[in-house]
């Protein structure tokens, strides 16, 4: 047993961080204070960080943009990297961006802008699709094997002509979970 010089407490030797330099063989606080000092001290850079670019937010912004004007390889290398890497660990923003990109090739093949955001023109937020689309698993989905099977537009965006037609059609009720080869064979139909 050993006292915290921090907290106070007596507690067990597993409580303390070892070290050889002192002559007991554990530093004096315990862990729970190391991880508190460290905490704190975490949030008082931050809270300086957010303090500083508040005070200073034309500099930064102005250095940010300078930056990626200068290291454009590196800023495409780093954004490629972040967006691969949420698309295979996030299943909700895998969705989005699948379906934002569907979405604008049916708006720029109907020679039309895409007025409003994707999350506006499916009319729920990413859990309700999630959830929309599971109810409508069939024996064999899960989103571990998601690429086995598509999210289908029920009516397809193709056969939308005007801004209206495809803003309706792009709401999470016409969407569907398709296996892929049923989606490729269904095509525009």
């Known amino acids: 047993m050993k006292t915290c010089t921090i907290c106070k407490k007596e507690k067990p030797l597993s409580e303390f961080h070892k070290s050889k330099a002192l002559k007991s063989g554990y530093k004096g606080d315990c862990k729970l204070c190391v991880k508190a000092r460290k905490q704190a001290n975490r949030d008082k850079i931050l809270e300086y960080s957010r303090k ?23 800023k495409a290398k780093s954004t490629t990297e972040y967006y691969n890497n949420r698309r295979k660990t996030d299943d909700a923003f895998r969705i989005l961006t ?11 093949s109907a020679s039309l802008n895409k007025e409003h955001s994707t999350k506006e023109l499916l009319g729920c937020s990413s859990k309700e699709l999630r959830t929309h689309i599971e ?24 056969s939308g002509k005007t801004q209206e037609e495809i803003n309706k059609l792009c709401h999470y009720t016409n969407l569907q979970p398709l296996w892929a080869l049923d989606n490729l064979i269904k095509g525009n139909r």
């Open 52 to 74: 500083y670019y508040q005070e200073n937010k034309s500099q930064c912004q102005e250095a940010s943009r300078r930056w990626r004007k200068n290291n454009k390889k590196a």
């Open 98 to 108: 699948n379906l934002r990109s569907r979405l604008y090739r049916a708006f720029k």
């Open 135 to 158: 109810n409508q698993f069939i024996d064999g989905m899960s989103w571990d094997n998601y690429g086995e099977w598509h999210i289908d537009h029920i009516i397809p965006l193709s």
